[in-house]
């Protein structure tokens, strides 16, 4: 019998006339893990999936060890030092075999078992402990990937490759909501998540790997937990930073495949830079408003910037928080890009690594574009970079280019952070004249600004840019 408690434990009294032997074992949450002073404690479960796993791995202890009866009740919720976690009881004919099963069960349990925990320290800080790798199941993982393995083009070899294969993920928005479910599924060996965000509730008519509940939580750390309670078998490594210039390639180079699940054209670029760098293939899609497009960049194919070689301004597509997005767009587009990566890894079919695919999912339409190597590639080909004439990389550019200036912060009313330096609020939805003299504009993350910086050149004004990165590129500067 294996049980959930979410009320606090005690032992229990126990008989049987034909046993010799009856061991009890009491876990109990300790003061200290790994040299930090421990709180309290957090268990979190699955219910319907850890007891089935649960009631399985008694059985095999009874048979395993001729035992006469085996109980496990694992508290969930939290508990303070001292309170009991766990109670194994097993009874059996003779002692040895008791204390041997009673032992097992614990060994086993959590690597089975999908229960997580949460250990909370002195220092303020918590974090999930030994849920990354929940460890070897074979035959759990055997049962969850039969039916795909009965395909000619998977099979037994097949599950091998995905078992070793490792795929990156960056971001953990819709995108990723429509694609990591299936390569978890599927069974992908290792998983790689990156967000530095929280969950917000603006976010979940679209990334539903979450819950009203997860607001407010690292999205990483909910995602990794969606990912595990669906298959406990996924080594999931949980990075919760912004990828970065500084950070791109140590990401790129740890992974097989790369997907790029960001909705915003700088992260994409700079995925696209460190794949070619790396020789990793980078599986990239963009969803505006009810479209989207898909294209896979092999390492010797045609790059994202062959079709962009002069980056953003003119083709500058917002993020879903500027533009409205409805949530299938991103989550059919995901399951693409699972589709494209489990394909190469499994290598059937063709990847549209010399197409692009274009949905629109009003009119159910899809165009596939060919893509060729462009020549003048600044990446990929021998042309050099092309900056934007109206963006700036940094505010020591923006004085060398313009001299005094004044900052617009073009960010709606409720977008946080307010920016400490001298600056004018003008949002970007009722935005209409702008001041005159020189400007550097920002937003969020430098589209909107770049927006507006485009549209004040075409008017034939050169003394208006768009800071690039948004008010994270403003954090370090000091006005003169
Ligand atoms: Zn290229």
Redesign the pocket.
């Known amino acids: 019998m294996f049980q959930l408690s979410h009320e606090p434990l005690i032992p229990w009294p126990v008989a049987s006339d034909s046993a010799g032997g009856f061991v009890t074992f009491e876990g109990k949450v300790r003061n200290h893990a790994n040299l930090r002073q421990v709180l309290r404690l957090e268990y979190e479960a699955y219910d319907d999936l850890a007891i089935s796993e649960g009631e399985k791995l008694v059985a095999e202890a009874v048979e395993r060890y001729r035992l006469e009866s085996a109980t496990v009740v694992h508290r969930v919720g939290l508990l303070e030092v001292g309170e009991t976690a766990v109670i194994i009881q097993t009874a059996a004919a003779h002692r040895r075999e008791a204390f041997a099963g009673c032992e097992w069960i614990l060994d086993q349990l959590k690597h089975r078992v999908p229960i997580w925990k949460k250990e909370y320290y002195a220092d303020g800080d918590s974090g999930w402990v030994g849920a990354d790798a929940p460890g070897p199941n074979p035959e759990l993982e055997a049962q969850l990937t039969q039916r795909q393995r009965r395909l000619a083009e998977i099979g037994d070899d097949g599950q091998v490759r995905l078992k070793a294969a490792r795929v990156l993920v960056v971001g953990t928005g819709g995108l990723a909501a429509g694609c990591l479910p299936y390569l978890a599924a599927a069974g992908v060996g290792q998983l790689g998540l990156i967000d530095d965000d929280l969950v917000d509730l603006s976010n979940l008519h679209r990334q539903i790997l979450f819950t009203v509940e997860d607001v407010g939580r690292l999205k990483v750390e909910r995602a990794a937990q969606f990912v595990n309670r669906l298959n406990p078998t996924v080594e999931v490594h949980r990075h919760a930073e912004r990828l970065t210039e500084v950070n791109a390639d140590r990401f790129v180079a740890s992974y097989d495949w790369i997907v790029d699940g960001s909705d915003n054209l700088p992260t994409k670029f700079l995925l696209n830079e460190a794949c070619r760098r790396h020789g990793k293939p980078l599986v990239t899609a963009s969803v505006h408003g009810f479209e989207g497009q898909l294209l896979t960049v092999q390492p010797d194919g ?2 994202l ?2 079709l962009f070689p002069t980056a953003p301004a003119s083709r500058c597509v917002g993020t879903c928080a500027e533009n409205g997005i409805l949530g299938v767009v991103p989550g059919i587009l995901g399951m693409l890009q699972a589709n494209e990566v489990l394909k190469g890894i499994l290598g059937y079919g063709e990847l549209l690594s010399h197409r692009t695919l274009l949905l629109d999912l009003r009119s159910g339409e899809t165009m596939s574009l060919s893509r060729t ?2 020549p003048g ?1 600044p ?3 021998g042309g050099t970079d092309i900056s934007d004439p109206c963006e700036v990389a940094s505010m020591s550019e923006a004085h060398a280019r313009l001299g005094v200036f004044i900052v617009v912060d073009v960010r709606e009313p409720d977008e946080e952070p307010t920016i400490s330096c001298d600056h004018v609020r003008l949002p970007f939805s009722t935005l209409d004249d702008l001041p005159e003299g020189n400007l550097v504009v920002v937003c969020e993350t430098g589209t909107r600004s770049l927006r507006v910086a485009a549209r004040c050149l075409a008017g034939g004004r050169t003394n208006v840019v768009s800071l690039r990165g948004g008010v994270a590129s403003l954090a370090e500067y000091e006005p003169r």
């Open positions: 045609p790059c910037r062959c190597a462009n590639c990446v990929c080909g």
